[in-house]
């Protein structure tokens, strides 16, 4: 809430999430001025078969940047990607 806060009036601001949990809705509710809802494959708890999903376990913020780096360098321009690069323990 608090870097929420921190967005200047007027601005355009998008919400991303891996899932939608009842937090993440409140925050969009509170926050987002007629907010659209993207949902890619259903609400079942299996992956849609459309996308691919890669797990890479890395140790610190060093090995992190650099890992993220090199999965940059190899996308297609004309792919589409989605990185979650945080998780709720770290922010």
């Not at 890619?40 to 992956?47: E, L, M, W």
Request: aromatic share 6%; glycine share 4%; charged share 25%.
């Amino acid at each position: 809430r608090t870097l929420i806060q921190a967005i200047p009036q007027g601005r355009q601001t998008s919400m991303f999430s891996a899932t939608w949990p009842r937090e993440v809705r409140r925050l969009a509710s509170d926050y987002l001025t007629s907010p659209v809802h993207i949902q890619i494959g259903s609400h079942d708890s299996a992956a849609n078969k459309d996308i691919t999903q890669q797990v890479y376990v890395v140790r610190g913020q060093r090995e992190k940047q650099e890992k993220l780096r090199e999965i940059l360098a190899s996308i297609n321009p004309a792919d589409r990607v989605i990185i979650f690069t945080n998780t709720k323990r770290m922010c």
